[in-house]
Nanobody, 119 residues
Framework: QVQLVESGGGLVRAGGSLRLSCAATGSLFNINSVAWYRQAPGKQRELVAHKTQKETIYADSVRGRFTISSVDNRNTIFLQMDNLRPEDTGVYYC??????????????WGQGTQVTVSS
């Protein structure tokens, strides 16, 4: 099937930047969409950014500060996070919706990477 490996999390001061990466390997017949989610302590997982071939959407809380991008021939996506705030702290997950064989499509998830923003 498909394996996703994330990297790039860490500790940064408010106002700083981080770039997360998510690399996919496996059976990638077709990539329907890619996305980044995050989960803060004690809160539900929330969508941060979602990208298809036709459109890209962002959560209101990150629009203008975060950018989702992809390098198709490397099967890698990124989340560039600028002007970080303490409320951006959480575990960030990438998610790909992939057709992995002729018949089947599924959502695949990365292992998560911790982002901590200090005030």
């Amino acid at each position: 099937q498909v394996q996703l490996v994330e990297s790039g999390g860490g500790l940064v001061r408010a106002g700083g930047s981080l770039r997360l990466s998510c690399a996919a390997t496996g059976s990638l017949f077709n990539i329907n969409s890619v996305a980044w989610y995050r989960q803060a302590p004690g809160k539900q997982r929330e969508l941060v950014a979602h990208k298809t071939q036709k459109e890209t959407i962002y959560a209101d809380s990150v629009r203008g500060r975060f950018t989702i991008s992809s390098v198709d021939n490397r099967n890698t996506i990124f989340l560039q996070m600028d002007n970080l705030r303490p409320e951006d702290t959480g575990v960030y997950y990438c998610s790909w919706n992939v057709r992995y064989n002729v018949l089947d499509t599924a959502d695949f998830w990365g292992q998560g990477t911790q982002v901590t923003v200090s005030s």
